[in-house]
């Protein structure tokens, strides 16, 4: 009879603890799966946590000679190593996800936004929102760019919407079609449409920020490049990465205007091949005393060499062409020794700060400087020391240098002049404006005068722009002299394909046998070695 009563308390006992952790398991999914917990939806739980009280009081005795034992102890002391380490663990993620880092191993930095975009957004002085009207289907594609995004700013605020489920709001922000984007910051906003990365996100994001847009200048006339002109030979692609950067692109003819407009920002001069007259000069002397920004680009002879104009601020060309006895494109296959490389650039100057990308100057005049009065001339760009500019090679075509006569590089090929001009004392404060600071106010009273020269055009051309760090230096350059100095930075990269690898039909096999067979056999031959020398 006792011994009917002991397996009835065994069956009992088991049954009331499989009863037990079937509550506890209904109870634990109901309160993860539910929005919301009602009275009712705790009742699994509660049941199951009394039961396991129960079972505790019924088998006390049997547990209380468990905790005495040697093994439980033994499995106590794991349990407690255990805890510890998923404790370290969890601070250790904790950490981690308070000080985010990321490192990009790809090649080409594929996950790695630009320079100018992680500049742009650390600018950001308030909220930018982007709706993206797409489908739910098209969302994933953009994740790894917006992670990018936001990883360097919590400023930008992402938002998808289907304009199938949600067409009121589609309505009020006036989109018509999916595949929609929409940015807005302070009442200002940019669309983007269909698939775009980081170049249009970073230049909608530019355009959307800048409150008002500032105007620069082609000068026309002289037989310059054309910034309209889509051939080799012109400079639309400039004017386009203008555009996308919210400038205003006009030309300017200074023999019929007779003047410089007011809202011009900077004006460009794109290899002129006669020489400006001097009351087109005598306007641009005045408009770069008064402050003004002028970027000249020159070519050899018999292109103008605009020297009435440079020589007051410092910059002379020379009658020369640089050449490169070692040029880096020639091994290519492209280039030849009137293609220098652009190899030392002026770490001081905001233009080239942190700049480390190669630039070439096909057809390029070397550029001299001198001091002036309180003005700051700079070599902003010079060649190799290979290089030299030659004074004999337009008229005799021969590649030789002539000690005495050429002039050995370093070679400067562009070079910069700026000068601090001081405008007469600002209007008493107005109840507007004496909520500006005293740094705000003195700098409102000062304008700078910046000049910008390089030896050649054909480095901003349609041919040559889009070649190493040609373009981002071109813009590099029209940035400082638009008052743009937060824009000046590595350009976004444009996308891509993904690198592949080949593999032959050995290699294939090779990959399948070591992954399958070794890597397993090495794990179970190191288990048997062990356990082997333990039971020897």
Sequence with gaps: MITINAKSNIKANATLNIICALLLIIGLCVYLLSESMSPLRYLPLVAGLVLALFAVIIDFRYISKKVASRSFKYSTNALIYSIIIVSIICVINFIVQKNDKQWDLTQNKRYSLSEQSIKVLKNLKSDLTIMMFYPDIERLQFNDLFKQYTYHSDKLKIDFYDINKKPKLAEDNQITANRTALIKYNGKTEKLFNNFGEQELTNAIIRSTRASQKVIYFLSGHNEADCDDMTEKGMSAVKDAMLTQNFGVKKLNLIEKQEIPKDCSSIIIAGPKIELMETEE?????????????????????????????????????????????????ALGFGDYTMPLGAIYEPSHPITKDFSMATFYPLVRSLKISNQMNMVVSEIVKTTGESYADKTYLSERNVKFDPGVDTKGPICVVAAAAKTIQEAPAAPSTSENALKSDLDAEKSKKKEMRLVVAGTSNFVKNRFVNMQGNGNLTLNIINYLADEEDLIAIRPKTNTPQEKIDLTRQDADNIFYITLFLMPGIVVLSGFTVWFYRNK
């Design 282 to 330: 005598a306007m641009l002397m005045n408009y770069l005393n008064a402050g003004g920004h002028v970027f000249v680009l020159l070519d050899p002879k018999p292109s103008a060499s605009l020297e009435r104009l440079l020589k007051p601020f410092g910059i002379e060309a020379g009658i020369d062409l640089v050449i490169d006895p070692k040029p880096a494109l020639k």
